[in-house]
């Protein structure tokens, strides 16, 4: 069983930045796509950032020119700079992973890692 392992959430003031990082507890091939969602209470799941195995990567509206997603391939990584930080950034943020094995997709997610943007 595979398990995304993620790192880097915490606390920060606003205007600040954190970096997440996630990887999977084994060596993985066949990533598709890769990315960063976060929730709030109450609230569904959003996407935040994702970033398929060529490099091109999709942001959500208000992530957009504060983010960044950067992935490894080689060590199946992925990373989500985050900038400029608000008070609604606030949110639990969590890894999600695309595998394909023999034309099988599936979805992997970490456990969350929280992120709080105090103002």
């Known amino acids: 069983q595979v398990q995304l392992v993620e790192s880097g959430g915490g606390l920060v003031q606003s205007g600040g930045s954190l970096r997440l990082s996630c990887a999977p507890s084994?060596?993985?091939?066949?990533?598709?796509?890769m990315g960063w969602y976060r929730q709030v209470p109450g609230k569904q799941r959003e996407l935040v950032a994702t970033?398929?195995?060529?490099?091109?990567?999709n942001y959500a509206d208000f992530v957009k020119g504060r983010f960044t997603i950067s992935r490894d391939n080689a060590k199946n990584t992925v990373t989500l700079q985050m900038n400029s930080l608000k008070p609604e950034d606030t949110a639990v943020y969590y890894c999600?992973?695309?595998?394909?094995?023999?034309?099988?997709?599936?979805?992997?997610w970490g456990q969350g890692t929280q992120v709080t943007v105090s103002s």
């Open positions: 970033v398929d195995s060529y490099g091109t990567s």
């Open positions: 999600n992973l695309g595998h394909e094995v023999m034309g099988q997709e599936y979805i992997y």
């Open positions: 084994r060596t993985m091939i066949s990533i598709k796509t």
